[in-house]
């Protein structure tokens, strides 16, 4: 995986439309809960609340944009992280928590929803809490760097290079 000054338009372009669809679907859960009792029970898992067809599609559609974003990534490499020492450690394994809780949620949402196996349904509901934290943290950095350090790494992530 190579260095390079900036991201690629594909990279932003998938980065905000992840974040976008993250977001969706973590304010368009409520209601899956129930959605999901009712279709193990055997009846219409749609309810006047939600669709949660639409919950569901869109983790799938976060899904398969993860794993292409992991093959982007590989193709075009990423631009150094930012600072040194600590910081860049820290950075360093935000980004994989980051990854990794972009790949479990939504393959354990599958894994409950498809397969109707309850056991994992609070398992995807703990770790999905637990991405919006650390994305939220992730985007606090970030605007961290803008705003006070002005080192324009919120900029890599706006303009492709």
Do not use: K
């Amino acid at each position: 995986m190579g260095e390079r000054e900036g991201y690629s338009g594909a990279q932003i372009a998938l980065h905000w439309s992840i974040a976008g669809l993250i977001l969706f679907n973590y304010l368009y859960s409520d209601g899956m809960g129930r959605a999901f009792d009712a279709s193990l029970e055997g009846g219409s898992p749609v309810n006047p609340e939600i669709n949660p067809s639409i919950h569901v599609w869109v983790g799938v559609a976060v899904l398969v944009l993860v794993l292409l974003r992991f093959l982007v990534r590989a193709r075009s490499g990423v631009p150094a992280a930012a600072g040194a020492g600590a910081m860049r450690h820290a950075a360093h394994w935000g980004h994989r928590l980051l990854y990794a809780l972009m790949v479990l949620v939504p393959a354990l949402g599958a894994v409950t929803w498809f397969g109707g196996i309850e056991a994992t349904a609070d398992l995807h509901s703990l770790l999905a809490n637990a991405l919006m934290i650390v994305a939220g943290g992730h985007a606090a950095i970030a605007l961290f760097h803008h705003f006070v350090l002005r080192d324009r790494v919120i900029v890599r992530m706006l303009r492709a290079r």
